[in-house]
């Protein structure tokens, strides 16, 4: 019990201190975009539904499992993360890094992916029905058995330079948009 609280205000006191910093000038303000207070809290449960996790720096996490239903990871760093069967339906990661990503059997149900870089990231089994996909990079990622259903924004372009992008489950418009493309 006294470990956590020495631990909660340890935190108050790092984000009391990096706010002053940032409006002194000596840090620049896009480093307090995340609630440091919820990174904590997602390192330790997985569990943050709702949080601001913008801009945060969650490089080769393991994260498996994560509840992160509605948050906001807007620009954050996620390279070569794991969050294989992770909830993030509703999350907006646009212009997240997520480049080697694993997001196997992950839920990203209306996701807003919109210029996040999925390059080489495994989709595999990922459910990212009616995801917005405008500007994402998708080259080289694993898209076997991915649900790209009513996905918004998905060019055919995308879908090419991805991987394993026939055993994909697409619109019948958008598949028949796509195989026409091949032919």
């Not at 440091?36 to 809290?41: C, D, I, L, R, S």
Request: hydrophobic share 50%; with cysteine.
């Amino acid at each position: 019990m006294v470990k956590n609280r020495v631990f909660a205000i340890v935190i108050t006191l790092a984000a009391y201190i990096f706010s002053i910093a940032a409006w002194v000038g000596f840090m620049p303000s896009s480093a307090l975009a995340a609630d440091p207070a919820q990174v904590v809290q997602l390192r330790q449960t997985k569990i943050c539904q709702g949080c601001d996790l913008s801009r945060a720096y969650l490089v080769a996490n393991k994260l498996d499992y994560a509840y992160l239903l509605s948050a906001d990871l807007s620009r954050a760093s996620l390279s070569f993360a794991s969050l294989d069967h992770a909830s993030l339906s509703r999350t907006n990661l646009s212009g997240a890094i997520l480049d080697g990503a694993v997001l196997t059997n992950a839920k990203l149900l209306f996701a807003n992916l919109s210029d996040a870089n999925l390059a080489a990231a495994d989709l595999s089994n990922a459910n990212l029905n009616s995801a917005n996909f405008q500007g994402t990079n998708l080259t080289g990622a694993n898209l076997d058995r991915a649900d790209l259903s009513y996905a918004r924004n998905l060019t055919i372009d995308q879908v090419k330079s991805a991987k394993n992008w026939q055993q994909a489950i697409f619109s019948r418009r958008f598949h028949k948009r796509l195989m026409a493309s091949v032919d």
